[in-house]
Each structure stands twice: as structure tokens, then as C-alpha cells.
């Protein structure tokens, strides 16, 4: 079945970084787009950034623009989160999702457990 593990979360100081990863498996990874998305305490969930099947395309929300990379790793089935530059907001816990296709188009269809975030001096 399909199986993503998200990891990397922590705690770190404000203005620090962390890199967050998601091991794929029950699926061929390279054929589906993939998202990372957050739920911050008492917060709704909030879509951070999706990259498509290949990798070669990306997009941000504005809160993270700037500040987070995604990127993923097909021979690996690994998706990666670079946050660079973390503030108290980004507290929250992090998950990643797969797309119902090879592009992020049509929805979320399979989540991670999610890794905890928290940005605290």
C-alpha cells in the first residue's frame, strides 16, 4: 500500500534550518506529483509547496517563498523540504502528500503521518 514517512522535524532556534524528508514506497514515486503541506497549532491546513513527477517544476506558497526548497530524489523515492530562515510561525506539524497524478492538478490523494516543526529560542 501506498506508505510516506515524513522526518527531519525538531526544534530549532529562530533563523535557523532544517531539511525535512519523505520516504516513499507501496508506489512508483517518479510517476506522481507531491506536495508538502502544514498544520500549525489550532491552524487549518495550510498547502506550502508542490514539485512535479520529474522535479523540474515547482511552485510556493508566499508565506515560504523564498525561504523553503522542494525538491525530491526519484531513485531514492524521497521527497525533500529545505527551510531556510524558520520563524515562530513555522511551527507546525509538517506533512507530505501525493498527487493524484504526474502534475498537481487534481488533488491530494495519499498523507503522511507528519513530522513536528517547532521554532523556539
Known amino acids: 500500500q501506498v506508505l510516506l514517512v515524513e522526518s527531519g522535524g525538531g526544534l530549532v532556534q529562530p533563523g535557523g534550518s532544517l531539511r525535512l524528508s519523505c520516504a516513499a514506497s507501496g508506489f512508483t514515486f517518479s510517476s506522481y506529483a507531491m506536495n508538502w503541506v502544514r498544520q500549525a497549532p489550532g491552524k487549518g491546513l495550510e498547502w506550502l509547496s508542490d514539485i512535479n513527477s520529474s522535479g523540474g517544476t515547482t511552485d510556493y506558497a508566499d508565506s515560504v517563498k523564498g525561504r523553503f526548497t522542494i525538491s525530491r530524489d526519484n531513485a531514492k523515492s524521497t521527497l525533500y523540504l529545505q527551510m531556510n530562515n524558520l520563524r515562530p510561525g513555522d511551527t507546525a506539524m509538517y506533512y507530505c502528500?501525493?498527487?493524484?497524478?504526474?502534475?498537481?492538478?487534481?488533488?491530494?490523494?495519499?498523507w503522511g503521518k507528519g513530522t513536528l516543526v517547532t521554532v523556539s529560542s
Open positions: 502528500a501525493r498527487e493524484r497524478s504526474e502534475i498537481p492538478l487534481y488533488g491530494m490523494d495519499h
